[in-house]
């Protein structure tokens, strides 16, 4: 079956550091792969997609870019701000899956200012 | 309304007691999913709605679960004889539609099973 597995947290930054936070999946076709962000007290929502290999999802300053070689999608960013911190959660789907979204645990977050 | 709203916002129950949670979609949305997450754990898959297709029940833990759609609107997830266990954030998602992966979450409904 679809698995996600990402680091786990809490990641704690001061601002203007540089982020990284571990994704890799396992899937037996090819699937989607998201990140999603839950701000204190908000639903979760997306962040960025990649669709296939080599696809980089960008927003909001963060990018990940969808790694068929070693089933990875770290999310990154250059320079994280308080506003930053949140819980982040890797995903996946598939169409032959009925498109079920398969999440990561979630990595929280915390910046520092 | 603007997003998918989920009610109550919490709940607090007895053990053995039945509880009803409600998730209201984005209008138009025709793919409606309940997921769980407990503290500190990832999402959960419980059910999986698609317009008038039989949904997809795959991920409800125990004949305990049961959920409900009325056409392409309203949901209701049923916890029967509630246990422990079964505290949680119970998350709402809805999208356009079975290929369309972009989910819009609801704040969620925090059940405590005291």
């Known amino acids: 079956g679809n698995s996600v597995t990402q680091m786990e947290g809490p990641v704690t930054l001061s601002e203007e550091a540089f982020l990284t936070i571990n994704c890799t999946y396992t899937?037996?076709?090819?699937?989607?792969l998201f990140w999603y962000v839950q701000y204190p007290g908000e639903g979760l929502q997306l962040l960025l997609k990649?669709?296939?290999?080599?696809d980089k999802g960008s927003n909001k300053g963060f990018e990940a870019t969808y790694r068929k070689e070693t089933t990875s999608f770290h999310l990154e960013k250059g320079s994280v701000q308080v506003s930053d911190s949140a819980v982040y959660f890797c995903?996946?789907?598939?169409?032959?899956?009925?498109?079920?979204?398969?999440f990561g645990g979630g990595t929280r977050l915390m910046v520092k200012p | 309304g603007a997003g998918v709203s989920q009610s109550p916002s919490n709940k607090v129950t007895e053990k053995g007691k039945d509880v009803e949670l409600r998730c209201d979609p984005i209008?138009?949305?025709?793919?409606l999913y309940w997921y769980r997450q407990r503290l500190g754990q990832g999402l959960e898959f419980l059910i999986y709605?698609?317009?008038?297709?039989?949904?997809?029940k795959s991920g409800l833990p125990s004949d305990r679960f049961s959920a409900e759609r009325t056409g392409e609107s309203v949901s209701t997830l049923t916890i029967q004889r509630t246990q422990q266990e079964d505290s949680a954030v119970y998350l709402c998602?809805?999208?356009?539609?079975?290929?369309?992966?972009?989910?819009?979450f609801g704040s969620g409904t925090q059940l405590s099973v005291l």
């Open positions: 998602a809805s999208s356009l539609g079975a290929l369309n992966e972009k989910l819009f």
């Open positions: 899937a037996t076709g090819y699937p989607s």
């Open positions: 990649a669709t296939k290999a080599d």
């Open positions: 995903a996946l789907s598939e169409w032959n899956a009925g498109n079920m979204l398969t």
């Open positions: 209008s138009g949305h025709t793919a």
């Open positions: 709605f698609q317009g008038n297709s039989a949904p997809d």
